[in-house]
Nanobody, 115 residues
Framework: QVQLVESGGGSVQAGGSLRLSCVAS????????MGWYRQVPGKQRALVGR???????TYADSVKGRFTISRGDGQNTIYLQMSALNPEDTAVYYC?????????WGQGTQVTVSS
C-alpha cells in the first residue's frame, strides 16, 4: 500500500508564499506521474499541476507562473512552491501518485490565504 504524506500548509496573507511537501512511502520514480490537486467545499477536486516520471510538468492556467512543482534530492519527495498567493488559492491541497491502474492520494493539507 502506498502512503503519501503532505505537509507545509497553513495560513498566509495575499501575496505571500508557501511550500508544500509530499513524502511517498516508495520511490517517486516508481509512479507514472505525481501531482497536486486542490479542493474547496462544494466543488470537485481540481488539478493544480503534475510532474511526469520523465520530469515534464504541466499546470492549471490559474497557477501558471506562480506555482512550481519539483522533486527533492532524494527518491521520495515532491514539492509545490506557491508564490503570489491570493484568496482564490484557499483550498485543501492533495498529493497524488499515478500508476496503472491505480491512483493514490494523501490526506490533504489546508492552505488559507487571507486578503
Amino acid at each position: 500500500q502506498v502512503q503519501l504524506v503532505e505537509s507545509g500548509g497553513g495560513s498566509v496573507q495575499a501575496g505571500g508564499s508557501l511550500r508544500l511537501s509530499c513524502v511517498a512511502s516508495r520511490s517517486i520514480f516508481s509512479f507514472n506521474a505525481m501531482g497536486w490537486y486542490r479542493q474547496v467545499p462544494g466543488k470537485q477536486r481540481a488539478l493544480v499541476g503534475r510532474i511526469s516520471n520523465g520530469g515534464r510538468t504541466t499546470y492549471a492556467d490559474s497557477v501558471k507562473g506562480r506555482f512550481t512543482i519539483s522533486r527533492g534530492d532524494g527518491q521520495n519527495t515532491i514539492y509545490l512552491q506557491m508564490s503570489a498567493l491570493n484568496p482564490e488559492d484557499t483550498a485543501v491541497y492533495y498529493c497524488n501518485a499515478e500508476t496503472s491502474p491505480y491512483a493514490y492520494w494523501g490526506q490533504g493539507t489546508q492552505v488559507t490565504v487571507s486578503s
